[in-house]
């Protein structure tokens, strides 16, 4: 067969000699040297043979054109135009070699007297890998394969692949230099030689996690074909690629959603695939939106490395830029926050973009439910670090801050479900977060104002100052608020352990009294109907306002839990509170007119004084119950505890109202109380529904 492929060869470029004798008028060699001499064409062919446009001196000026070598070269042409350079998905015409860039123009030398071909041909432009098997003749061994690998149809997977005019050993080039043993699987070589063909995107790959994985003899770790597929290789834009966006988590979920897998290599993050799925990410990728990220927009395509790797895409202080490829702008402004600065200083609890809102379950927060996707960051993220007193020792950060806002109406108010509550952000800002030192930052002393004034319109800088997290230790609010606290726990333990004490041994007495007495005891009415109205109002708005209070304070109790269910959210729990406390104060405006405007209210304010008597009474009656005096003493209408208890309502009702109006509006303090003012009211309040309920 090779014979008469020689024969044709040498009658066709006789005929040509023959046929271009006449059309050349002109000898070369007149001007050029013999540059064909000693090459393979030497004495087979001329040069009009080649240049079979220049006919005249006229070549001199105009170029001449492109030699077409398969007009002798017709069937080694056809395999050219299907060889695997010529079929590559990425590599453009232009960059394709033809026939000079492997043989060169002239110096063209005879393939029988080239030893290592590979070496010779390929070397100048595959410097590690060369290709397995004698270039012009690939197409013609495929057939030769499919002899025996019979249990796939491998035409028909190839057919429709992007290497659809490739032949077996353009890949697989192993194989072409082992015909003889290649039944059996090699252990230290490849499959198939991907790299020959996509040398560029091989060298990323080496240097990836994968490929470093694959190098310490992790033969499990990522390879071209457990990615792109085997024979079935498609474009990347198809969409039934293994790569394509909507089918990058099963391809990278195959390994890294396997428990089994997952459990053999110690991976940090479980399942992250099925995460993602649940983001917003996954969910804008499989409605359709292509341009939403996906696993390779944020951990690369071949260059995948891990968080400690140089030059990952996944390490803290190289997040940003990862974001910033979507997010530029969100990005940009975290780049001028203390969170960033730190983060650049090597500080690793320094919160990068993933810290705070994850990695693959990012969720997103522009939706009808805005406000409960920033609460749930707030709860997962801000309040996780800001309330660690590991990280607050360490970095010299208050520890009660976020404890502090968390106790505080702003704090307790989110957390019933109030969406116009502030959050952390609203007062500190999303990204661009800033100390207050520094002068861009909302909460500076010149900036505070207006960030209280997003929400508290008429706020002014008393009102701003009052709301911060915690006093400084050397500010006079901070001691006034320690001893305000103080001041009330003390009186709450004497109050309370006395009335304890006292009440006590009159409920003994009592009882053993009332056993011995005969049930026709004439018993007579104190109060009119008018007092026992306003006892009636007194004693059901107390009981909602207490209820309501500590509520607010104590959410997660058995009681807040229950009526959070009946549907007293924050809503409807601050007004009925409210209400409840106007009702209060308006009974006691009646009760005040009650006491001023009708004789028996002046006998009942004239009959509730307190006096010198009382003391001698308290004595008396205590020595009486103790059994250390014989004879009950006699008290006047209103005895000691009833006065106690009237004046001690009447101060409660003040202290609580006055305070509360100072919560209720805080704004209208303005500029003329003292800065502890509203948190010291707070305090107050606290203590004071404590105390009255507890009595």
Known sequence: MKS????????????????????????????????IAGTAHDKLVSCGDCHRDIVNEDHAEKKANPVDCSKCHAALATQVSKDVHHTLVNLPEEKSPDCKSCHGTHKIKNISKINNKEKEFCAGCHKTKILGSPYHTNNNLSDGCLKCHKNLDFKKLLSGSVHADMSCPNCHSYVVKNLSDHQEKPKDVPLADCYLCHSSIAAEHRESIHGISLAEGINEAAQCWDCHGSHNILKVNS??????????????????????????????????????????HGKLVESGKMKAATCVTCHGSHDIKNRVQPGSKIASINVPATCAECHKEITEEYKKSIHWIAVKKGVRESPSCNDCHSEHSIHAINTLDKREEIKKIQENTCLQCHQNLLLSERYGMSGKSAGNYQDSYHGLASSRGDKKAALCIDCHGVHKILPKDYAESTINKNNVVVTCGKCHKDATEVFAKSYSHVSKEDNSAKYIEDIVGTIYFWLIVVVIGWMAIHNLLILIHELRKRYKKSKDEIRIPRFTTNELIQHTFLLLSFIVLAISGFQLKYPDSLLGRGLYTLGFDESVRQWVHRCSALVMIALSVYHVIYLILTSRGRDVLKGLLPNFRDLRQLINNMLYYMHLKKKHPDFDNYNYIEKMEYWALIWGTIIMGITGFVLWFPTIVGNWAPVWFIKVSEIVHFYEAILATLV
């Open 4 to 35: 008469y492929m020689k024969i044709i060869i040498c009658v066709l470029v006789v005929l040509n000699i023959f046929l271009s004798a006449n059309a050349q008028k002109i000898n070369c060699l007149d001007c050029h040297e013999n540059l």
């Open 239 to 280: 969409d039934s690629s293994m790569v394509y966006a909507k089918n990058l988590i099963t391809t990278c979920g195959k390994c890294h959603d396997n428990p089994e897998f997952i459990k053999k290599h110690s991976f940090a993050v479980k399942q992250p695939g099925k995460m993602y799925s649940q983001s917003v």
